[in-house]
């Protein structure tokens, strides 16, 4: 087959999820840019307070359908609320009534961007799926990998590393091989609507709500004491489902000193969320970010999803326990039960019931599960 050939033979429809923002935007472009027959999929997950304040949806679909108009390509707009709700949402609920703190975010990926979305566009014919996420695949010998994005700033691997070889091999990330500066460079320079658009913030369904009045219309909540390490009482909480842990602010306790305690920082240090005492309804809060009770050496992770789909092996590695955080080196296990294990030499800081930890070989994201607890050794 010649170049000519093999260069024809790589266009192909792509359904790309445009969501208003100029990630999303400039994905769509460079793909019609490099000869791809493109649609636009604007998804609607979220609709029990769409009259909010804070909802952007509908103002999100006019940018969207504004790109699409100047870049030439159709757009949908599809409602996937019944699907995030069941799928994403009652999870969300449940994980926090149990006092962890979930990460929506990688559900929502997993269940509705790269199922319900992608599904939806292979209805429509296509042959790809693309988004703005800056992450990139890579195929080795017939296996998929997710690699991180190229800009460290924005790299966004760890809320998919719960996507399959099926799901990758369908999905492609534009923007994965720019920095965030060259994608609203691009975006200013073809004049797109949204080039100045400010990044969305906060998780997937809540956006710019607050978050404590936002869970409060959901969960059922007991009020109950603060106290601190040494069980003297400080205060009250609201409910420990409006906490995790590492958390400072909120708290209603800053001006209260810890006299003669010798495990922490100065009667002057802030106070930090160290644990939920879920049978007392307590929560237990530390004075001082260096304080060990928020330092742990190990965790142990279930629910767990492996890219390649099967487990990586035994031995040095690194991992992430939160978003934005560096990648921190590891020695990664497995216990009698299949849990992964996770040992760093360096203790990890508030390592939090609920999120993800996810594993990295460099560049190579591997997968993850969600932790069900840290380990004090």
């Known amino acids: 087959m010649s170049s000519a050939e093999k260069k024809h033979r790589a266009k ?6 445009l969501s208003g923002g100029v990630d ?5 472009h460079l793909l019609k840019q490099q000869g791809h027959e493109v649609i636009g999929i604007f998804m609607k997950n979220w609709e029990d ?4 304040e804070y909802c952007s949806t509908r103002q999100d679909f006019l940018d969207a359908a504004s790109v699409a108009d100047v870049l030439g390509i159709e757009i949908e707009h599809v409602n996937f609320a019944a699907e995030y709700k069941d799928r994403v949402f009652e999870s969300f609920l449940r994980e926090y009534q149990a006092g962890r703190t979930p990460n929506p975010d990688v559900l929502c990926n997993a269940e509705i961007k790269f199922k319900a979305f992608l599904d939806h566009a292979m209805r429509l014919g296509a042959e790809k799926i693309a988004t703005g996420h800056y992450a990139r695949v890579r195929e080795v010998d017939g296996e998929f990998q997710l690699l991180k994005g190229l800009d460290p700033l924005k790299d966004q691997s760890y809320f998919l590393h719960r996507l399959s070889q099926a799901q990758l091999s369908k999905t492609m990330f534009p923007v994965g091989d720019l920095p965030k500066t ?3 460079r691009i975006a200013a320079e073809i004049a797109l609507p949204n080039a100045k658009k400010k990044d969305s913030t906060g998780i997937c369904f809540i956006g710019e709500r607050p978050f404590r009045e936002f869970l409060n219309k959901y969960l059922s909540h007991q009020p109950g004491p603060i106290k601190d390490e040494r069980g003297r009482k400080l205060g009250e909480h609201v409910g420990l489902s409006f ?5 400072r602010q909120g708290l209603g306790i800053g001006g209260v000193k810890e006299k003669g305690s010798q495990r922490g920082g100065g009667e ?4 930090f969320v160290a644990a939920k005492d879920i049978p007392s309804n307590t929560l237990v809060v530390v004075q001082g970010h260096g304080h060990p009770l928020l330092q742990s050496p190990a965790l142990v992770a279930d629910d767990l999803s492996w890219v ?3 487990a990586p092996s035994t031995g040095e590695a690194a991992a992430k326990t939160r978003y934005r955080q560096a990648d921190a080196p590891c020695s990664v296990g497995f216990d009698a039960s299949g849990h992964l294990t996770l040992r760093f030499p360096d203790p ?5 019931p609920g999120q993800s930890a996810v594993v990295y070989d460099g560049d190579v994201c591997l997968g993850g599960g969600v932790i069900s607890a840290a380990l004090p050794e």
């Open 12 to 17: 192909h429809r792509v359904v790309v999820g």
């Open 24 to 28: 999303s935007a400039v994905t769509a």
């Open 49 to 52: 307070d769409d009259d909010d």
């Open 182 to 184: 060259e994608v609203r």
């Open 243 to 247: 906490y995790t842990l590492g958390q």
């Open 268 to 271: 002057h240090e802030p106070w």
């Open 308 to 310: 390649a789909g099967r």
């Open 348 to 352: 990890q800081w508030a390592v939090t």
